[in-house]
């Protein structure tokens, strides 16, 4: 077990099974980051949070962070906490580079070195670290609307569903996205039938590709070959979040067409696994809607 600082413990499951049998530095708080609560704790006399979580890359704890933050918060100011995950490496590390970045307004790099000065075995994976980089980017602050933290949740669902076959993650991002549907104050409308499709909320921005030479020569324009950056609003497509009219079609499918909810007709594709934009950027997921399929509406 190792002191952080103050109040503040950091161990691995073994140090919380034993606190079942003794409790010498007086740990009245415990935070389990792991794939099971610890069973020895229910009958004893202390504050416990389970938050479930594996150690894999593709484990969201960013979600989680906030809660365990103000758990952390709370047990310092009543007594003490002890932060665990099984091994003591990766999970519990993620919380609590987190927490300084949060509380001691650390850096990620000077959190992360911290930490490792107080046990140099630690090493959150590759997942945890880039979710420490975006919290980072975000001033460690989640809000659901946030851009960034949206397009991040949207990868990250995407590589639940592609690769483990996560439907439930899907379907309630979906749902997640309604809100910025009925808050945007710029919407998009179907040319035919004039059905509200999204907002400017729901669109997702990327960098803009390499143009001609992102594409195979096969797609090149022989005229103009210069790879020459260009402007967004060329692109042909908006790439949107996935919304509730498209669940029936999205989900269980990999790639796809898709159509207007109220009149079926055909204003876009989706791909899980990606699709090109006409600017020569990649676009991982891919839901693409045809700039002249549809009408902007203030």
Same mark, same amino acid.
């Given at each position: 077990?190792?002191?952080?600082?103050?109040?503040?413990?950091?161990?691995?499951?073994?140090?919380?099974?034993?606190?079942?049998?003794?409790?010498?530095?007086?740990?009245?708080? *415990?935070?389990?980051?792991?794939?099971?609560? *610890?069973?020895?704790?229910?009958?004893?006399?202390?504050?416990?949070?389970?938050? $479930?979580?594996?150690?894999?890359?593709?484990?969201?704890?960013?979600?989680?962070?906030?809660?365990?933050?103000?758990?952390?918060?709370?047990?310092?100011?009543?007594?003490?906490?002890?932060?665990?995950?099984?091994?003591?490496?990766?999970?519990?590390a993620f919380v609590l580079i987190a927490y300084l970045m949060k509380m001691e307004e650390k850096p990620y790099t000077e959190a992360y070195n911290a930490l490792?000065?107080?046990?140099?075995?630690?090493?959150?994976?590759?997942?945890?670290? $880039?979710?420490?980089?975006? /919290?980072?980017?975000?001033?460690?602050?989640?809000?659901?609307?946030?851009?960034?933290?949206?397009? /991040?949740?949207?990868?990250?669902?995407?590589?639940? /569903? +592609? *690769?483990?076959?996560? *439907?439930?993650?899907?379907?309630?991002?979906?749902?997640?996205?309604?809100?910025?549907?009925?808050?945007?104050?710029?919407?998009?409308?179907?040319?035919?039938?004039?059905?509200?499709? /999204?907002?400017?909320?729901?669109?997702?921005?990327?960098?803009?590709? +390499?143009?001609?030479?992102?594409?195979?020569?096969?797609?090149?324009?022989?005229?103009?070959?210069?790879?020459q950056q260009h402007d967004v609003s060329v692109c042909s497509s908006y790439f949107i979040q996935p919304l509730p009219w498209m669940e029936s079609v999205i989900?269980?499918?990999?790639?796809?067409?898709?159509?207007?909810?109220?009149?079926?007709?055909?204003?876009?594709?989706?791909?899980?696994?990606?699709?090109?934009?006409?600017?020569?950027?990649?676009? +991982?997921?891919?839901?693409?809607?045809?700039?002249?399929?549809?009408?902007?509406?203030?």
């Amino acid at each position: 077990m190792f002191l952080v600082h103050g109040n503040l413990l950091w161990g691995n499951i073994d140090d919380s099974i034993g606190l079942a049998k003794e409790n010498p530095r007086g740990i009245s708080h *415990v935070l389990t980051i792991d794939a099971q609560p *610890v069973k020895e704790l229910d009958n004893l006399s202390l504050h416990v949070k389970f938050v $479930q979580a594996l150690d894999t890359p593709f484990t969201d704890l960013l979600d989680q962070i906030e809660d365990c933050i103000q758990f952390i918060n709370v047990g310092m100011d009543q007594g003490k906490v002890l932060v665990h995950c099984t091994a003591g490496l990766s999970r519990s590390a993620f919380v609590l580079i987190a927490y300084l970045m949060k509380m001691e307004e650390k850096p990620y790099t000077e959190a992360y070195n911290a930490l490792k000065s107080i046990n140099a075995n630690m090493c959150p994976n590759v997942g945890f670290v $880039q979710q420490l980089q975006l /919290y980072e980017k975000l001033n460690c602050k989640i809000k659901p609307s946030d851009a960034e933290y949206r397009n /991040y949740q949207l990868q990250n669902t995407a590589r639940m /569903y +592609t *690769v483990l076959g996560d *439907v439930s993650k899907v379907k309630s991002f979906i749902r997640s996205s309604h809100h910025g549907l009925l808050n945007g104050k710029i919407v998009y409308k179907c040319r035919k039938c004039r059905s509200l499709l /999204y907002s400017e909320n729901n669109i997702l921005t990327h960098s803009i590709g +390499t143009g001609q030479g992102a594409f195979k020569w096969r797609k090149r324009n022989a005229k103009n070959n210069n790879n020459q950056q260009h402007d967004v609003s060329v692109c042909s497509s908006y790439f949107i979040q996935p919304l509730p009219w498209m669940e029936s079609v999205i989900v269980g499918n990999v790639e796809g067409k898709l159509s207007c909810p109220k009149c079926n007709n055909r204003i876009g594709s989706f791909n899980w696994a990606g699709s090109q934009c006409s600017c020569g950027a990649w676009i +991982t997921p891919s839901f693409q809607i045809h700039r002249n399929k549809i009408d902007e509406s203030k």
